[in-house]
């Protein structure tokens, strides 16, 4: 069976010069998928070239663009033909089996999380995207979408993100992590505590804290936090991953004879920068809502676009989002107690 | 004058076996300077070689170790001769103008606490170490001393870190930032919005919202974040960056060729690797006390050791403690007004 993808196509830094090429090699490496391009049609067409015809394609105009600082209250309440709220609505609608959007990621979470809706058992969506590990990768969530989090939250995740990771790579119980951090005196703060409590009682394979450098040590394959120091966690790395990487490159062309180590030292420089590359790691799936919804980096080019896209075959194709709901049906009535008793 | 540096030789994963060479090593370096061995003479004494007659060496013996996963609480109680102590004990009686340990994070933490007590104007202490940047350096603080942290805590590190940088570094008036989130939607948590209120009205040159990001493009000399936060970004930093190591190292490893490779892009490969050396980078001040008091990594080497050392007689040469109780004073109306504002 087909999968249907409808993609924002005019979110994002770059709008339909990126996601329509994206789009387009996407479909020509998968060819089990069906792309719903949403947007302004006379931005997208002239872009299909050849593929104009492909049966597989079909383009859905949306008169509108949600700015990539537009407030997502405003975004949602006045942008209601805007290309990204379309490509949710082909979801809603059962045209599409899950919609990518590189646009404002708070309008995208704003807007998703009305049009779809929440899963019983969900107080709040969060935001899920993997980390290379030295072993692998690992999912951390959240990664921006909740600021401020109690503990049955932190246990919502831990549900969510282990469903997604038992769906998406056939882990029977993946290991779930809580991040914490390891100063001798103090373990934590409360809600860290409470959450802990929690994802010990529940039937999860926890193994209990992950500090900071476990999580690229590998330590679980899905780790929970608040949105706060999970976006922290995550800007973070990205930030000394950009100086490093620039910092060797200019030492690699300090002078002639750098130059002409770099050119010796090049397949070796160039596994290193692919392994770590972030567009591999690109798109982040918005987890708790009644549909796929996956969100791309702004910046993302051609190749981190088509990788998203991929993030949202892979979680269709895996029924992510029933997967979640079977565990959370699985998990009702102790849910329901826990979070009751933690208020 | 000379400073004084009151060493506890029995703290770290390694004790005596570093810190004594590395005292050795700081004191003919650093010809200012006089150090006080503090810990079990037996284990030290036969470390000294021919330094044993340098009248700016001294020991004290302390009969007790406070152990690395020891109990903050407990050490603080149970072990008063500990070489933890007796070494802050100098700072307090005057003998020394600061003091350095490896040992157990928490247990120096309380221990400085109640030895050497808070200024007035402080309610935490915290805990603040240089990170390297894209341009230089920055600071930040706290790195774990606090895991839940009120508005007025985070303006009083502000003013703690703003007054070290601009007596360590001579700078007038030092950037501070306070470490945020850039989604979209929601722009960091009640706690943060609340402090950066706080920073903007003060004296102190407020720059706003550091993303994680931030911290390595420099975008201030000084970042303020609770401590949960600031461990876990610090943590994260430092996982990620064995991680990106052992990974270069092993693809250069990978066969004749790639060793090739290596050899001759050594130079090169050594000077990128000095510039980020975490050794270089060692030993966090607990700001807030009424004396000196820093903290090595557990794991530090003699050249880290020595870096903490360094640190320690920078911050007593260039009166620490003295600028930021004149500091808190200077501001002391508008923070009380502050702190009761927030309560």
Redesign the interface.
Known sequence: MTTRIAIDCMGGDHGPSVTVPAALRFLDEQAGVSLILVGQEDAIRPLLASHASNPRLSIVHASEIVG?????ALALRNKKDSSMRVAINQVKNGDADACVSAG????L??ISRFVLKMLPGIERPAICAPL???NGHTHMLDL??N??CGPEHLLQFGIMGSSLISAMERKERPTVGI?N??????K???V?KAAAELLRASDLNFIGNV???????GDADVIV?D???G??????????????A???RS??K?NWL?K???L??I???N??KN??DHRRYNGAILLGLKGISVKSHGSADELAFCNALSRAYEAAQNRVVDRIAEHLARMATPLQVAATETV
């Open positions: 990539m600082d537009e407030s997502p404002n990621t708070g309008a979470m704003a290379p590990t030295a921006g979408a600021v401020d991040l951090i390891g100063e001798e005196e103090i934590g703060n409360e860290v500090e900071g450098d476990g999580i690229y040590k936090c949105g706060f120091v976006n922290v966690a995550l800007k973070t790395s990205e930030g000394l991953a950009q100086m490093l620039s910092s060797l030492e690699f300090r750098t002409l180590a770099a010796i030292a397949s070796v420089l596994n290193f392994r770590f």
